[in-house]
């Protein structure tokens, strides 16, 4: 792949020195501080008042919210997508109107070194960015806290940050393909905007009213409650936001089972207790390869955009 | 341009279409190496879609585009290690320094970072830019990008280079340097240039042939000179002489001067078609006459009739 590594390497450059990231890592570093600080506060809290070694206290530090700020974990929900669309929504349109596409792909490389070191690097960048976070929140509740994490709890943190790095980069590759389907690396901004706040924000509102008007309940029949109530799920999990909260409440929590709705005849004869690592995973595969997938559609259709496009401005 | 150099560049039967527009129309064209080729033409003629076709950047819609013998569409990245191109309108990072954007060029070409740092100097001292090398390309004019791109274009050390419009928008100054780095290229290093542009004047300097592009067509082809005998009927100069008194001995005095074909006296001027400049012989004769030579000139440059002949019906 000649050319495939010099621009990985002018990407990630890129990356690292440009404002706009800076602000975005900043900008979730400082959440992340403020989110783990007031989770380990009420940890402490609670712990005075009764025993909870047994209990993945290290894990809360990221998904227990204080009230008035919400976890870690949320914070990444919802400013993940931001800091993927950043990184993506003028990669190849910002080519375009600098007029450096045609000048780079004159020299002997082959026209998807440029799409795949973008994608690469921006997948890299991610990685190190939310690795670093975790891992320094991580110490930092580790200082607060004073309780060491188990293996498997190490083990459902990076797993946990595999997930975030998989629903961050399907927003850059989101953005990337708006920034191969708009010339103007405004529109292209503006079009990963409202997906990310249709998909974050609405889903939810959408899949209530959806399910209402579709799958009505009624009162008589108590099959029609559980209908309406698949029906929600399943309209939610068009969303990967949807997908992300799934799989993030189920890996960092070991005390989830199932998603949606239970009988009360499954929950007669059930032993209490946490679940390990790989059957927690098991309960959210679909989710997990789901967002993997929407990223690998996203990257595919940009990737055959781009080889079809016409390379003069 | 001995027999023994090689064709540097080919085409056979080059076509584009997109959708009912034909950008380029069957195009055959045939550059030697070492030559200085300007593909000329006004906006839209197809210039760059040639370009590009070449390149391999495009895919033609028939006929065969090949560069040292090798087939642009078969083979790219062959022909891109081998050709330097400079696109109208050159773009760089502009966050990046001058020696940046030149250094990610070289990697691009796999060239070893030593190699490559030492080479860039020596080029940015040569297109004079040594001083701003660590400046940012963002704050460069268009006639410093201008530079930078024909240093971008030699990181690589090509065989040919293209260079789309390289004097569109810049000032006089700037035209003349790019016009000398260009001639400097040609000779130094023997690098074939083919060049696109519709500034007939800019050009015309530097080019050993032209290529005049019409629609997609090259409607003719040659050293300049020889374009401005088709056109203006075997006849490249026309000298505007005007002298009193002039008898008809005057007149038959001129018609029979060596390199003069034709006299013709139009509101008092005469109007000399000649063969080659015989001005000197032509002042000669009149004032050996004993007629009065009060205003002498050759009319409308040969390039001005070319352009005139096929950009304006174009």
Redesign the interface.
């Given at each position: 792949m000649p050319g495939l590594f010099a621009v990985f390497r002018k990407e990630m450059a890129d990356n690292f020195s440009s404002r706009r990231f800076l602000i975005l890592f900043a900008l979730i570093l400082l959440a992340g501080l403020s989110a783990t600080y007031t989770a380990a506060q009420s940890i402490r809290d609670a712990m005075s008042s009764a025993d909870l070694s047994d209990s993945f206290v290290f894990l809360k530090l990221f998904t227990v919210s204080s009230g008035t700020l919400p976890s870690f974990v949320a914070f990444v929900g919802f400013l993940g997508p931001l800091v993927g669309l950043a990184m993506g929504f003028d990669a190849i349109n910002g080519e375009y109107a600098r007029g450096t596409l045609s000048r780079v792909l004159s020299n002997p490389i082959f026209r998807d070194s440029v799409i795949n070191g973008k994608f690469l690097a921006g997948i890299t960048t991610i990685t190190v960015m939310l690795l670093s976070i975790g891992l320094l929140l991580g110490g930092l509740g580790l200082r607060l806290i004073g309780i060491p994490p188990t293996g498997d709890e190490i083990a459902r943190l990076l797993v946990y940050l595999l997930v975030a790095v998989v629903y961050v980069s399907f927003w850059m590759s989101l953005a990337i393909l708006f920034s191969i389907l708009f010339r103007q690396a405004a529109t292209s901004a503006l079009a990963g905007m409202a997906f990310w706040i249709f998909f974050t924000f609405f889903i939810t509102m959408i899949a209530a009213t959806a399910a209402q008007t579709l799958v009505p309940v009624d009162p008589q029949e108590p099959q029609t409650q559980l209908d309406n109530a698949y029906f929600q799920m399943g309209v939610a999990r068009i969303s990967p936001a949807t997908l992300y909260q799934e799989t993030t409440a189920t890996v960092l929590d070991p005390s989830v089972r199932t998603l949606g709705p239970v009988m009360l005849s499954e929950v007669i004869g059930m032993v209490p207790g946490a679940l390990p690592l790989d059957q927690s995973l098991l309960v959210v595969w679909p989710q997990f390869i789901g967002l993997i997938t929407l990223t690998a559609i996203c990257f595919a259709a940009s990737y055959v955009k781009f080889m079809r496009q016409e390379i003069r401005a | 341009m001995d027999e023994r150099s090689q064709i540097a560049i080919e085409t056979v039967d080059l076509t584009k279409r997109y959708g009912d527009l034909t950008a380029v129309d069957r195009l055959n064209l045939r550059v030697m190496e070492g030559e200085i080729f300007g593909l000329l033409g006004p906006n839209g003629a197809g210039k760059?879609?040639t370009i590009?076709m070449l390149?391999g950047?495009?895919e033609p819609t028939a006929g065969k585009a090949r560069v040292f013998g090798h087939d642009s569409t078969r083979e790219p990245?062959?022909v891109?290690?081998m050709?330097?191109?400079?696109?109208d309108?050159?773009?760089?990072?502009?966050d990046m320094t001058a020696r940046e954007n030149l250094l990610?060029?070289a990697?691009?070409?796999?060239i070893p970072g030593k190699e490559a740092n030492r080479h860039i100097d020596e080029l940015l001292l040569r297109v004079g830019l040594a001083d701003v090398a660590d400046r940012e390309v963002g704050k460069f004019s268009k006639g410093m990008k201008q530079r930078l791109?024909i240093a971008?274009v030699l990181v690589?050390r090509p065989r040919i280079v293209f260079l789309d419009e390289p004097t569109l928008g810049i000032d006089p100054d700037g035209v003349k340097q790019m016009l000398e780095l260009i001639t400097q290229m040609s000779r130094a290093d023997r690098i074939t240039v083919l060049l696109s542009s519709h500034l007939l004047h800019q050009v015309q300097q530097i080019c050993h042939r032209v290529g005049i592009f019409v629609k997609g067509k090259m409607v003719a082809e040659g050293p300049i000179e020889k374009l401005g005998a088709q056109i203006m009927g075997g006849d490249p100069v026309v000298v505007e002489v005007e002298a009193s008194p002039v008898d008809d001995a005057l007149l038959d005095a001129l018609r029979k001067l060596k390199g003069v074909t034709g006299v013709d006296r139009v509101n008092g001027t005469l109007v000399l078609r000649c063969s080659k400049d015989v001005r000197p012989d032509i002042a000669r004769r009149i004032v050996g006459s004993g007629a009065a030579l009060s205003h002498m000139r050759i009319r409308g440059h040969v390039l001005e009739e070319i352009y005139l002949r096929y950009f304006r019906e174009g």
């Amino acid at each position: 792949m000649p050319g495939l590594f010099a621009v990985f390497r002018k990407e990630m450059a890129d990356n690292f020195s440009s404002r706009r990231f800076l602000i975005l890592f900043a900008l979730i570093l400082l959440a992340g501080l403020s989110a783990t600080y007031t989770a380990a506060q009420s940890i402490r809290d609670a712990m005075s008042s009764a025993d909870l070694s047994d209990s993945f206290v290290f894990l809360k530090l990221f998904t227990v919210s204080s009230g008035t700020l919400p976890s870690f974990v949320a914070f990444v929900g919802f400013l993940g997508p931001l800091v993927g669309l950043a990184m993506g929504f003028d990669a190849i349109n910002g080519e375009y109107a600098r007029g450096t596409l045609s000048r780079v792909l004159s020299n002997p490389i082959f026209r998807d070194s440029v799409i795949n070191g973008k994608f690469l690097a921006g997948i890299t960048t991610i990685t190190v960015m939310l690795l670093s976070i975790g891992l320094l929140l991580g110490g930092l509740g580790l200082r607060l806290i004073g309780i060491p994490p188990t293996g498997d709890e190490i083990a459902r943190l990076l797993v946990y940050l595999l997930v975030a790095v998989v629903y961050v980069s399907f927003w850059m590759s989101l953005a990337i393909l708006f920034s191969i389907l708009f010339r103007q690396a405004a529109t292209s901004a503006l079009a990963g905007m409202a997906f990310w706040i249709f998909f974050t924000f609405f889903i939810t509102m959408i899949a209530a009213t959806a399910a209402q008007t579709l799958v009505p309940v009624d009162p008589q029949e108590p099959q029609t409650q559980l209908d309406n109530a698949y029906f929600q799920m399943g309209v939610a999990r068009i969303s990967p936001a949807t997908l992300y909260q799934e799989t993030t409440a189920t890996v960092l929590d070991p005390s989830v089972r199932t998603l949606g709705p239970v009988m009360l005849s499954e929950v007669i004869g059930m032993v209490p207790g946490a679940l390990p690592l790989d059957q927690s995973l098991l309960v959210v595969w679909p989710q997990f390869i789901g967002l993997i997938t929407l990223t690998a559609i996203c990257f595919a259709a940009s990737y055959v955009k781009f080889m079809r496009q016409e390379i003069r401005a | 341009m001995d027999e023994r150099s090689q064709i540097a560049i080919e085409t056979v039967d080059l076509t584009k279409r997109y959708g009912d527009l034909t950008a380029v129309d069957r195009l055959n064209l045939r550059v030697m190496e070492g030559e200085i080729f300007g593909l000329l033409g006004p906006n839209g003629a197809g210039k760059t879609t040639t370009i590009l076709m070449l390149l391999g950047l495009t895919e033609p819609t028939a006929g065969k585009a090949r560069v040292f013998g090798h087939d642009s569409t078969r083979e790219p990245l062959k022909v891109k290690q081998m050709v330097g191109y400079l696109p109208d309108n050159v773009g760089f990072y502009e966050d990046m320094t001058a020696r940046e954007n030149l250094l990610y060029t070289a990697d691009l070409n796999g060239i070893p970072g030593k190699e490559a740092n030492r080479h860039i100097d020596e080029l940015l001292l040569r297109v004079g830019l040594a001083d701003v090398a660590d400046r940012e390309v963002g704050k460069f004019s268009k006639g410093m990008k201008q530079r930078l791109g024909i240093a971008d274009v030699l990181v690589k050390r090509p065989r040919i280079v293209f260079l789309d419009e390289p004097t569109l928008g810049i000032d006089p100054d700037g035209v003349k340097q790019m016009l000398e780095l260009i001639t400097q290229m040609s000779r130094a290093d023997r690098i074939t240039v083919l060049l696109s542009s519709h500034l007939l004047h800019q050009v015309q300097q530097i080019c050993h042939r032209v290529g005049i592009f019409v629609k997609g067509k090259m409607v003719a082809e040659g050293p300049i000179e020889k374009l401005g005998a088709q056109i203006m009927g075997g006849d490249p100069v026309v000298v505007e002489v005007e002298a009193s008194p002039v008898d008809d001995a005057l007149l038959d005095a001129l018609r029979k001067l060596k390199g003069v074909t034709g006299v013709d006296r139009v509101n008092g001027t005469l109007v000399l078609r000649c063969s080659k400049d015989v001005r000197p012989d032509i002042a000669r004769r009149i004032v050996g006459s004993g007629a009065a030579l009060s205003h002498m000139r050759i009319r409308g440059h040969v390039l001005e009739e070319i352009y005139l002949r096929y950009f304006r019906e174009g």
